[in-house]
């Protein structure tokens, strides 16, 4: 089946850092990917989505210059978190579709923990 | 807005017990419902769905029943393995333009021996 990995799978920073996670599809290529995150006992939450060589779109209330998101290639999106503080310390989720597929049909990475300190 | 609500967990159930997570949601329309599972170090995996009032999702074992008239999509399982220790997300895809996958906040279940 389609694999999706994520790296790194923990990240401990330091407040005002910057954090890059990235997101390869191992297997497929994904003309779209997707971005969640998770805060304890919180829904998983769409924060953007990437289509490969396009800017990405994001949801309402989702900082674009905070969390810059690169589609550059069709294997591999990137999440930076900019300038980060303790409350961006959450769980992040990348998911990958095929062209044409239905919505539902997402391919999910492990996630990546972060924690700002 | 759109939204999905499930039981808080975690669940721990004994091998062979009974397992129901609850799910309920609101949403406009008539959105597609969905159950996805994470087990542990991999990325969440579509379980079952079902599309329409009344129709019935499976798959290995477990079953969700779409109702309309209770917004609700519970998960089901007549008995349950170690194997089946996992996070359980239910979801919702609205049938409007908000073409988006909204999930619930995970119930962890925990199976032992």
């Known amino acids: 089946g389609a694999v999706v990995s994520q790296h790194p799978s923990w990240v401990i920073c330091k407040s005002g850092t910057s954090v890059k996670i990235e997101c390869r599809s191992l297997d497929f290529q994904a003309t779209t990917m997707f971005w969640y995150r998770q805060f304890p006992k919180q829904s998983l939450m769409l924060m953007a989505t990437?289509?490969?060589?396009?800017?990405?779109?994001?949801e309402q209330g989702v900082e674009k210059d905070k969390f810059l998101i690169n589609h550059a290639s069709l294997t591999l999106s990137t999440l930076t978190v900019t300038s980060a503080h303790p409350e961006d310390s959450s769980f992040y989720i990348c998911s990958a579709k095929l062209a044409g597929a239905n919505q539902e049909t997402q391919y999910f990475g492990p996630g990546t923990r972060l924690l700002v300190l | 807005g759109n939204s999905v609500t499930q039981m808080e967990g975690p669940v721990t159930l004994s091998e062979e017990a009974f397992l129901t997570i609850n799910c309920t949601y609101t949403a406009t329309g008539y959105p597609s419902l969905f159950w996805y599972v994470q087990y542990p170090g991999e990325g969440l995996q579509l379980l079952l769905k079902a599309t329409k009032a009344d129709d019935k999702g499976s798959n290995k074992g477990f079953e969700a029943t779409y109702r309309k008239e209770t917004t609700s999509f519970h998960l089901e399982k007549g008995s349950v393995q170690v194997s089946d220790s996992a996070v359980y997300f239910c979801?919702?895809?609205?049938?409007?333009?908000?073409?988006?996958?909204?999930f619930g906040a995970g119930t962890r279940l925990a199976v032992h021996p």
């Open positions: 979801a919702l895809l609205s049938s409007g333009g908000y073409n988006k996958l909204i």
């Open positions: 990437s289509n490969e060589g396009s800017k990405a779109t994001y």
